[in-house]
């Protein structure tokens, strides 16, 4: 019984009905659907991936589970205002739900629309404290932004977390050299490319402190 129940929770996320509405299109061919859509995205082919979905988009204009996951194509397409539309309906479908909010974070970065990143980063971290995309996008659009004080707090508080992490060390040493510090930018950097040597970042800021 619990089985079943959790078989209809799931689907009324995806669909966004409070019950299961008899629609055109049948379990099998939203199945296969998804199941073409994540083929075509493994190879690469995003639109054809996008299109895989639309019959389901189609019935379910307004669901959470399709929309996302056209936000999501969208997004890898770089098609970013198709991305926004439908990570905007994701999240009008379920309006608690985090994933599609990081997306349009992704998407503002993209855009350059930074105002409207940090707006939605400070939504999540309101939410989720510690989520780790929440976190560092707000970082480097507080960067860009020269709030570098803000900017040193956020990454402070996931380096404790999350002390060897590539890209919290990547964007906190970027943040110690445009502080114009330059020692512990240095030291940050050298760390960064014991982790990952090929680090284009660390290795630029390290050359640039050489001359």
């Not at 970027?174 to 990952?196: G, P």
């Amino acid at each position: 019984m619990n089985k079943y129940y959790n078989i209809l929770f799931f689907l009324a996320l995806v669909f966004n009905a409070g019950i299961l509405s008899a629609k055109e299109l049948t379990g099998e061919q939203i199945s296969q659907a998804y199941y073409k859509s994540y083929n075509y995205e493994k190879s690469g082919n995003y639109e054809d991936a996008i299109k895989a979905l639309q019959l389901v988009y189609k019935e379910y204009s307004k669901a959470y589970g399709v929309n996302n996951r056209l936000g999501y194509l969208y997004r890898l397409n770089a098609q970013f205002k198709n991305a926004e539309t439908h990570y905007k309906q994701a999240s009008a479908a379920l309006p608690d739900a985090l994933t599609p909010k990081l997306g349009l974070m992704y998407v503002y970065l993209q855009s350059g629309k930074y105002d409207e990143v940090s707006k939605i980063g400070y939504q999540v971290l309101s939410v989720d404290y510690y989520n780790y995309y929440g976190n560092l996008r707000l970082a480097y659009v507080l960067r860009q932004t020269d709030q570098l004080e803000l900017a040193e707090k956020v990454l402070v508080k996931m380096l404790i977390r999350y002390p060897s992490d590539v890209l919290f060390l990547d964007e906190f040493g970027l943040l110690k050299y445009k502080q114009q510090d330059y020692v512990r930018a240095a030291a940050v950097m050298q760390e960064v490319l014991i982790l990952d040597p090929e680090n284009v970042d660390a290795r630029s800021v390290l050359q640039a402190l050489e001359k």
